[in-house]
Each structure stands twice: as structure tokens, then as C-alpha cells.
């Protein structure tokens, strides 16, 4: 089973966030998806964009071999054929970013590893040791995050400042 924390951070929620997380770590930031496989490799999050929505952070304490695939030539997002991405992150030592869309009602933001959801083999790194750090991270966001409804989605502080009052109707 995997573990998540619903998030909305704004542009500098974020690199507070990353700061934090480089404080602890060194880590690798990789996108969800890039035109060549080395674009994939990023050291700090993009501006919102098309494509700039899902990253990866990679602790690299955690060793994990990255494996490439491209999406193929039929895929129904034509924007995106041909673009590379990892193909083996549900069992890396990963932990996903996926950014909340503040214009979009059902495209909510999440800090998510798999763990074991997708790894029927077991995972090749300590479990335990990452799950420590993956719930020191999850802790850092509750926080300093503020729910706008009991269990709902945590607001950084720049991100409630913006659009948590107006989500408490």
C-alpha cells in the first residue's frame, strides 16, 4: 500500500519545501515527463505549464537505477509523443510531487510513494529508512499546512493566503 498527503502549495510554498527537503538529503528532482531523457533531470521545479504538473524527488541515500521509456507515437496526448520518462518509479525510492492546479476543481496536489502498492517483488532499498524520511517530509507539510475542512486538502501558508479562505463556503 502506498502513503500520500494531499497538498496545494503555491510557487514559493514550494521551494520552501525543496529547501527543506535538500536540508535533509541529497536528492535528484526529476519531471514526469521531458522531451529527451536527460531533460528529465531538473534542479529546481518549473513554472506551471503544460508538462510541468508531476515531479519526482529521489533520495539519493537510496541507490536506483532510473530505466527510460518514450511514450509512444499513438498516445491519445499528442503534445507529449515521442517525450521520455522513467518507466520504473513504482518501485524506486521515490517520492512524487504532483502539483495542485488551482484552475482545475478535480486536479488536487499530493506528496505520494508507492511503496509497496506497485512492487509485488519487494522493493530493492531499506523500506523502512525511506518510510522515516518520506514521513519526516509529510510531517514538515502538516505542519505548516492548514485544512479548510476536516480531512481535506492541507494549504501551505502562501497557498492559503491565496485560495483556502475562499475553499472554507
Request: a positive charge; aromatic letters at 16%.
Amino acid at each position: 500500500m502506498g502513503k500520500q498527503i494531499q497538498v496545494a502549495m503555491l510557487d514559493d510554498d514550494e521551494a520552501e519545501f525543496l529547501a527543506f527537503v535538500r536540508e535533509g538529503a541529497r536528492i535528484q528532482l526529476l519531471r514526469g515527463f521531458a522531451p529527451t531523457a536527460e531533460q528529465l533531470f531538473v534542479e529546481s521545479i518549473g513554472a506551471r505549464s503544460e508538462g510541468e504538473w508531476q515531479y519526482y524527488v529521489w533520495n539519493k541515500a537510496f541507490p536506483w537505477e532510473p530505466q527510460f521509456s518514450f511514450v509512444s507515437a499513438d498516445a491519445p496526448v499528442t503534445e507529449r509523443r515521442g517525450w521520455a520518462y522513467v518507466s520504473n518509479t513504482s518501485t524506486a525510492p521515490l517520492v512524487e510531487f504532483s502539483r495542485h492546479n488551482f484552475d482545475s476543481q478535480g486536479v488536487q496536489g499530493r506528496m505520494y510513494w508507492a511503496k509497496f502498492f506497485a512492487a509485488p517483488n519487494g522493493l530493492g532499498y531499506d523500506v523502512d529508512a525511506f518510510g522515516r524520511w518520506y514521513d519526516s517530509l509529510a510531517y514538515w507539510i502538516r505542519r505548516r499546512g492548514r485544512r479548510a475542512s476536516p480531512g481535506g486538502l492541507l494549504y501551505l501558508p502562501s497557498a492559503w493566503k491565496k485560495h483556502g479562505s475562499v475553499a472554507i463556503k
